[in-house]
């Protein structure tokens, strides 16, 4: 079982940058792998970024590469998304979700926080 809190959502103009975490509970963090997905307002939830438990892998959607980050530190129980190069298109509620599985599908997460608010005005 494990309980996730997300924060840095917010309001910030195009081309902008901001710093999502999430923290985690529990003492096997290290053993998740940790996702990013979004949801913007009428819109399935869409895939982000994801990180391996042991940090050696990455993936990113197509609409968020090369500007966005995602890290991780398991001695902190917390996963970060860098978000950088902003644009209202990324306007959504981030969301960050934990597996023990590869990039399941978003129903298939088990684990969930509630979500940040990011808005991006042009």
């Known amino acids: 079982q494990v309980q996730l809190v997300e924060s840095g959502g917010g309001l910030v103009q195009t081309g902008d940058s901001l710093r999502l975490s999430c923290v985690a509970s529990?003492?096997?963090?290290?053993?998740?792998?940790m996702a990013w997905f979004r949801q913007a307002p009428g819109k399935e939830r869409e895939f982000v970024s994801i990180?391996?438990?042991?940090?050696?892998?990455?993936n990113y959607a197509d609409s968020v590469k090369g500007r966005f980050i995602i890290s991780r530190d398991n001695a902190k129980n917390t996963a970060y998304l860098q978000m950088n190069s902003l644009k209202p298109e990324d306007t959504a509620v981030y969301y960050c979700?934990?597996?023990?599985?590869?990039?399941?599908?978003?129903?298939?997460?088990?684990?969930w926080g509630q979500g940040t608010q990011v808005t991006v005005s042009a």
């Open positions: 979700a934990a597996s023990t599985r590869w990039r399941l599908a978003s129903a298939q997460y088990p684990y």
């Open positions: 529990g003492r096997t963090f290290g053993t998740y792998h």
């Open positions: 990180i391996s438990s042991s940090a050696g892998l990455t």
